[in-house]
């Protein structure tokens, strides 16, 4: 393993077995998720604020371009902005562009793995290496997922998807391992439940290899009794952290054992339950289970996901026992690149 990578790793999983020192003994680290791009220090300091916990790492939102050779928006600044925050960045980089009227459009498969995009990428990971620090890169997420149907339009999400999304995965690592850039930590991250429910749509299935992925990761959320079948084809239910996220955590554990895990997208509904109560469950869960970090989405969107919006009572002093505000993979983390 590449070295500072494997620094880095051995700190995280450190952290994941409660070496960190905190208390409770498996503290968490506690992130957010923000929507906007490029990240400004008012939306770090607007989240900050409107959490009340100590946010350690910030994951941000960008996609590709759909014209390869063309320009493209630096990720730069919004690196530098949440470092200056005593963050750690997480980089959700969406193989899609946005047209007209903020229309989806997913990069078809062929057009990177044939190599058409093996200049634009190459950018990035030079971008990305000269941050000197390293970058959570959540390529591709919720894969599982027909929303993103990554690689193919809607219609050609199906059997071939695994396959293609491997072959994409790999595309990517190995441009930024040609270029150097040994402080990029990859994430594998899968949505806890697979839509549609296939055979063939595991988040097993999907897995580039260990020799890929240096993170694993997980999305969820508790909709609670926010949808109807009659609205939305399906009645939702309250559901704890522990049922939105046990299946998978194990399934994870069982495919990598050795990779640290953190939930890079979460929030719960108020609607059908105690949103206060679901906060002090999740991160003692978390802890429980050696999560190395849990981020919030916190962004005012479908619902009320934000942290501390329509909560019976404020949750953060719930969340915060077991939380670290200075766990051992963040120091390594933060740090410039040895």
């Not at 930590?185 to 296939?198: G, Q, R, W, Y």
């Not at 990779?259 to 802890?287: I, L, N, R």
Request: hydrophobic fraction near 45%.
């Amino acid at each position: 393993m590449r070295r500072a990578l494997s620094t880095v790793l051995a700190a995280l999983l450190l952290a994941s077995m409660g070496a960190c020192g905190a208390s409770p003994k498996n503290a968490t680290t506690f992130g957010v998720a923000l929507d906007g791009f490029p990240v400004t220090p008012a939306m770090i300091t607007a989240a900050k604020s409107s959490t009340g916990l100590p946010v350690r790492l910030v994951l941000f939102y960008a996609q590709w371009p759909a014209d390869p050779t063309g320009a493209w928006e630096s990720h730069t600044s919004s690196l530098e902005t949440i470092r200056a925050a005593g963050a750690v960045p997480c980089l959700t980089w969406e193989p899609m562009s946005i047209g007209e009227g903020g229309r989806e459009q997913t990069i078809p498969a062929a057009r990177i793995l044939g190599g058409e995009y093996d200049g634009y990428i190459t950018a990035v990971a030079q971008e990305l290496k000269a941050f000197g620090a390293p970058v959570l890169l959540r390529l591709a997420h919720e894969m599982n997922l027909e929303r993103y149907h990554w690689g193919t339009d809607k219609s050609g999400y199906g059997p071939q998807s695994p396959m293609l999304y491997k072959g994409l995965f790999r595309r990517v690592a190995d441009i930024f391992r040609a270029e150097g850039a040994d402080n990029v930590l990859f994430v594998f991250c899968p949505n806890v439940d697979s839509l549609p429910a296939a055979p063939w749509n595991t988040a097993a299935a999907y897995y580039p290899g260990d020799d890929l992925v240096d993170v694993l990761g997980m999305d969820g959320y508790n909709w609670g009794t926010s949808h109807s079948k009659a609205v939305h084809g399906y009645d939702s239910s309250f559901r704890s952290f522990r049922d939105i996220f046990g299946p998978l955590f194990n399934a994870l554990r069982q495919l990598a054992p050795a990779k640290p895990v953190m939930v890079f997208e979460t929030a719960s509904a108020s609607a059908g339950g105690d949103k206060a109560a679901w906060v002090a469950e999740a991160f003692g869960a978390a802890a429980e289970w050696g999560l190395a970090a849990v981020t919030w989405f916190e962004v005012d969107k479908e619902l009320d996901w934000p942290l501390r919006k329509n909560v019976p009572r404020d949750p953060a002093p719930l969340a915060r026992p077991f939380l670290s505000d200075d766990p051992a993979w963040l120091k390594t983390l933060s740090g410039r690149r040895p």
